[in-house]
Structure formats: structure tokens, C-alpha cells
């Protein structure tokens, strides 16, 4: 059984498709709310361990209401040089958690959107298995050594990405244009766009930071 940590991110809500995956999530162990991200949380009406952040866009209310629910409050300055989800990231990461989901819709602006991904790719989760879910998007960040191995229909999108100056011996199955002890580098595009052509599609990487985006067809 693997011990699942959720983080639910702030910023923009999540679509509908997001939180019907999110419900579907089993062997949950902790339940993380990104400042704001205590909405999403509640919305579902899922107890929340802890909240995090500077509070700046999360409702008074709701925050009462969570404290009143015996939720933990870790509060930082606005002045902070890190963001409200690198912080509960690296708290997971404190409590052993083997896998992390994070519930996000991006945060909005351009800066947060890349600041979502960038944190997925700290050192310090190098030994996790770290997630989103991006509306309609699944998002796997893997540090190597390190694999996925995901359910798809065939003709969904999938995007691979490197992170690093170089991702290094990519295996993939499942895909029309298949990687056999590939490299990609953080420049170019050669990953993008590729397909499924079977029910499960796997990826792996030896070296490197490798992004890997499950799009399914139809939905952006």
C-alpha cells in the first residue's frame, strides 16, 4: 500500500474533471491545503491535516472552519522567497510520504504556473513519486532513476519533457513514436505531441529530470 500525501494547490479552482479524479484517489494518508487551496479541499469535504502558507488569498471562514476541525496551521510572511506549494511539498516530503498529488489548475498567472512544475522537480522529492492533476491533464515528475506507468486511451497525448540540461536512457512503451535509450535535452522539442497507441503507456528515465504530461485527446 502506498502511502499517498494530497496537496491541494491555490490559486485558479480546479475543473470538475480534476476533482473526479481526485475523489477516485485511494490510500490517502495526508491531505495538505496550499493557502487557498483549503477551498478546493473543502469542496469536497475532505478534512484537512494541514494548511500552509501566508494567507493571503485563503477566506477567513474558511480557515475557521478548518481550525475548528483541528486542522494544523503552519503561517509564513508574505516576504517568504518560496511559494505556498514548495512549502507543503517539502513538508510531505518530512513525513515520509512515498507519493504525492497535487490538485492544481495552475495558479493563474504564467509565474505561478511555472513555479507549479519547477517545485515538482526539488532535490529533496528525488525519492518520491510526485503528480498533478492539471484539469484535464496528469503530470508526472520524474527524477531519475525513476518510472510511470499510467492508464490512457488510445489516441490520448502524451508530452515528455526534460527538465535538466539533459534527460538520459528513456524508455517508453505504449507510444507510436517509441524512446529506446533516448536523451532529450531542456531545449528542444522532440518529445512533444507524441500518442498512444496502446491502453497503458509507461515511461522511465536513468538519468535526469524528465516532465511527463498525459493529455487525453480532445480536452486542453
Known amino acids: 500500500m502506498v ?4 496537496i491541494f494547490s491555490g490559486g485558479l ?3 470538475d474533471a480534476t476533482l473526479k479524479a481526485t475523489r477516485a484517489i485511494q490510500n490517502v494518508n495526508l491531505v495538505i ?3 487557498s487551496g483549503l477551498h478546493t479541499a473543502q469542496k469536497l469535504d475532505m478534512h484537512v491535516d494541514v494548511v500552509i502558507g501566508d494567507f493571503d488569498s485563503v477566506d477567513a471562514t474558511a480557515l475557521a472552519r478548518a481550525t475548528s476541525a483541528h486542522t ?4 509564513h510572511s508574505a516576504d517568504k522567497d518560496f511559494t505556498d506549494l514548495e512549502s507543503a511539498l517539502l513538508f ?9 498529488v497535487i490538485i492544481t489548475a495552475g495558479g493563474g ?3 505561478h504556473q511555472f513555479g507549479v512544475v519547477a517545485a515538482m522537480f526539488n532535490p529533496k522529492l528525488h525519492e518520491i513519486n510526485v503528480e498533478a492533476l492539471w484539469n484535464y491533464a496528469h503530470l508526472f515528475a520524474l527524477q531519475g532513476s525513476a518510472a510511470c506507468e499510467f492508464t490512457v486511451e488510445i489516441g490520448d497525448t502524451i508530452g515528455l519533457q526534460s527538465f535538466s540540461n539533459k534527460s538520459e536512457k528513456i524508455f517508453t512503451t505504449g507510444l507510436r513514436w517509441q524512446l529506446n535509450d533516448a536523451t532529450l535535452t531542456n531545449f528542444e522539442t522532440r518529445g512533444v505531441g507524441n500518442i498512444a497507441i496502446t491502453e497503458q503507456v509507461s515511461v522511465s528515465v536513468e538519468l535526469g529530470q524528465l516532465l511527463v504530461i498525459h493529455q487525453p485527446k480532445g480536452k486542453s
Open 3 to 6: 502511502n499517498t500525501t494530497l
Open 13 to 15: 479552482p480546479p475543473n
Open 33 to 35: 491545503a496550499a493557502d
Open 72 to 75: 494544523q496551521t503552519i503561517r
Open 92 to 100: 510531505a516530503a518530512d513525513q515520509k510520504t512515498e507519493r504525492i
Open 109 to 111: 498567472r504564467l509565474d
